[in-house]
C-alpha cells in the first residue's frame, strides 16, 4: 500500500486490496479507480506513488524486477478500470518533475527524463555517483539521495543548486508553500527550507523508535507518529507529544484538528487532537499577534510549562496573560520592562526584596517617580537622597537632612548637607563629632569668620597652621538639574500588539493591564 494525492489536495490516493482507491477527506467517500497491476513474489513490494494531477497519471515504484515502476492513466471520476494497462520501466526510483515529464533513476544511476509514452526525452548524470533514490523537489527538480547528503539537483541547468547532509533519509514530505521540507530518517526528522534555491537546515530531531509517517498542517507544523506518540516538530526545533496512540499509523493530511490517516490494515481514520500548544507555539515563532491573542482569549492554555517557554523564548510579556500569581506576575513585569504591572504587583506583595528590584527596573528606565516610591518603601536613605539630588529636589532633600538627625546618622547628615551645600550644617557636624581642626578649616575656607572665632581656641596650636585655607578654595555645589518634576524623556516607540487589544482581553478576565512590546 502507498499514499499520494499530495499536501494539498482533498483527497488521497492509496493502493488497497489491488486496487488504486480515493479517499476524500471532506465527505469520508471511498472509491476504487483502478486495478493495479502486481507481480508475484516476496520482492515485489509497492515502495512510493507519484500522482500528476493535471494528466491524471500515476507512477507507483516497486521492488519487482530489482527496481521497477508503472505508469497509470487513471480513469475519469465515476468510472473504474478493472483491466488497467500501464507502461512498465526499469528504475530504482520514478517521480514526475513537469505536467508531461518524469524522471527516473536507472539501476545504472543515471537520470531519465522520460514523457507519458514512457520514451526518454533527456539523460543526465547524477550530481553524484553514489546517487541511490530521487525525490519530486518541484518543478524541473530533483532532490538526490547520496551516502549522507541531500542534494537539490536542477534538471534544466544540469547542475546541483543546494546540499544538506543527511544521513538514510527515506521520506522526504514538502510543505504546501514548498519552501521547508522535512527529511524523514528511520530515527530522525530533520526539517530544511529552500532559500533561493538552497537548503538550509532549520532543526534535527531525534527519536529513540522508528519513525513511522509525518504530515506537514495547513500552518506549516510538521506532525509525525512513532510507534506510540503523535508528535509535532516547529522550525525552530521544539516539539512535543500531541497524544498517544493505541496502534501505528501512518498520517496522511492534517485539517484544523483532524489528522487523517491511514491504519495497517490500509483503512483511513480520523484522530482527533487537541492543537492549542503547537499553534500558539508556531503564531509566536511567526509573530502573528493576532492569532496569538484569539489563542489567549479562547483557550486554557496554562500551567508552568508554557510560561516557562515564553520566558525562555523571550515573550514575558504573553506570559503576564497566563500568571495570576503575584510573584510570578511581578517577575514577568520586570522582565520585560513593565512597571505598571511590576508596580501592582509590588504593592500587594509589599516585599522588600521586590522593592528593591522595581527601583532597578525604574531607575533603568528613568522613571524617577516610581524609583523614589521605592527607595521609600525600602528606607534606602541613602539612595533616596541622592534621587534629590540629581531631580533638584531641594524641599525633600532638606526633609532627609532632618531624617538623618533623627535617626542619629551622622554620614548622612554630613552626605546630605554637602548636598544641599549647606555649610553651617557641615561646620555643626564636625564640631559634635569632635573635630575642630576640620571645623575651623570649613568655616575659614567659606567665609565664616564668626563661627572660626568660636572654634579657634578648642584647636591646638600646632595644628592651627594647617587650617588656614587655600587662596583659590571656593564653595563647592551641586549643578542644578534641568528636568525636575517630570520623568526622564525616552525615544519614542510605537505601541507593542498587546498594549490594545490584550490590555482590553485581560479586562475581560479580570487580569490587570499588561503593556509590553512583543
Known amino acids: ?44 513490494a509497492l515502495r512510493s506513488m507519484s500522482y500528476n494531477e493535471a494528466e491524471r497519471a500515476l507512477i507507483i ?55 507519458l509514452n514512457n520514451e526518454v526525452t533527456k539523460k543526465l548524470a547524477p550530481p553524484h555517483p553514489t546517487t541511490d533514490l530521487i525525490f519530486y523537489a518541484g518543478t524541473g527538480m530533483l532532490l538526490c539521495r547520496s551516502e549522507d547528503k541531500m542534494t537539490l539537483f536542477d534538471l534544466q541547468q544540469k547542475r546541483a543548486m543546494g546540499e544538506l547532509t543527511c544521513q538514510n533519509v527515506k521520506y522526504v514530505l514538502w510543505a504546501a508553500d514548498m519552501k521547508h521540507v522535512a527529511f524523514i530518517s528511520k530515527h530522525s526528522v530533520i526539517l530544511a527550507r529552500r ?17 513511522k509517517s509525518a504530515a506537514f498542517d495547513e500552518s506549516g507544523v510538521l506532525l509525525y507518529s512513532t510507534l506510540n506518540h503523535l508528535k509535532y516538530c516547529l522550525p525552530t526545533g521544539d516539539s512535543g507529544i500531541i497524544r498517544t496512540l493505541q496502534a501505528p499509523v501512518y498520517l496522511c493530511k492534517v485539517i484544523a ?52 517557554y515564553l520566558q525562555k523564548k523571550g515573550f514575558p510579556e504573553v506570559a503576564l496573560h497566563f500568571v495570576k500569581d503575584e510573584k510570578t506576575r511581578f517577575n514577568l513585569a520586570i522582565e520585560c520592562g513593565n512597571i505598571e504591572v511590576a508596580l501592582a504587583s509590588a504593592n500587594n506583595l509589599d516585599d522588600k526584596d521586590c522593592w528593591h528590584k522595581l527601583g532597578v527596573e525604574a531607575l533603568r528606565q528613568g522613571n ?9 518603601k525600602t528606607k534606602d536613605f541613602e539612595r533616596l537622597s541622592f534621587l ?26 554630613f552626605h546630605n548637607a554637602l548636598y544641599l551645600g549647606e ?3 557641615r561646620v555643626r557636624i564636625l564640631r559634635e563629632m569632635h573635630q575642630p581642626a576640620l571645623a575651623l578649616l570649613a568655616a575659614q575656607t567659606h567665609g565664616l569668620s564668626s563661627v572660626a572665632d568660636e572654634i579657634r581656641p578648642g584647636v591646638a596650636e600646632d595644628q592651627q597652621g594647617a587650617c588656614e585655607p587655600l587662596p583659590s578654595a571656593k564653595l563647592l555645589f551641586p549643578p542644578t538639574p ?23 482581553a485581560d479586562a475581560d478576565e479580570g487580569v490587570a493591564d499588561v503593556e509590553g512590546d512583543i
Open 482 to 504: 534641568i528636568t525636575r518634576e517630570h520623568n526622564w524623556p525616552l525615544l519614542r516607540v510605537s505601541k507593542g500588539y498587546f498594549d490594545g487589544p490584550a490590555a482590553a
Open 1 to 44: 500500500r502507498a499514499g499520494g494525492g499530495g499536501g494539498g489536495a482533498p483527497y488521497l490516493l492509496c493502493v488497497k486490496d489491488r486496487y488504486l482507491r480515493m479517499h476524500e477527506f471532506g465527505s469520508g467517500r471511498d472509491v476504487p479507480l483502478l486495478s493495479i497491476r502486481r507481480s508475484t513474489g516476496s520482492n515485489s
Open 61 to 115: 515504484c516497486s521492488d519487482a524486477d530489482g527496481g521497477s515502476y508503472d505508469l497509470y492513466e487513471i480513469p475519469k471520476e465515476g468510472r473504474t478500470n478493472d483491466s488497467a494497462e500501464s507502461k512498465r520501466g526499469i528504475g530504482i526510483a520514478a517521480c514526475f518533475v513537469a505536467r508531461n515529464r518524469f524522471a527516473v533513476l536507472d539501476k545504472s544511476k543515471q537520470i531519465l527524463v522520460k514523457n
Open 368 to 376: 524617577h517617580q516610581i524609583v523614589e516610591f521605592s527607595y521609600q
Open 195 to 211: 532559500e533561493a534555491q538552497k537548503l538550509e537546515h532549520l532543526c534535527t530531531t531525534h527519536e529513540t523508535i522508528r519513525v
Open 388 to 413: 534629590y539630588l540629581i531631580t533638584g529636589n531641594m524641599d525633600k532633600l532638606h526633609k532627609m537632612l532632618k531624617i538623618a538627625e533623627m535617626r542619629g546618622d551622622v554620614m548622612g547628615r
Open 423 to 425: 555649610v553651617e550644617e
Open 257 to 308: 484538528n483532524k489528522v487523517h490517516c491511514l491504519d495497517r490494515e490500509g483503512n483511513v481514520k480520523v484522530l482527533s487532537v487537541d492543537n492549542t500548544e503547537y499553534t500558539f507555539k508556531m503564531a509566536l515563532t511567526e509573530r502573528k499577534h493576532d492569532e496569538v491573542l484569539r489563542i489567549i482569549k479562547r483557550s486554557k492554555l496554562c500551567g508552568q510549562s508554557i510560561i516557562g
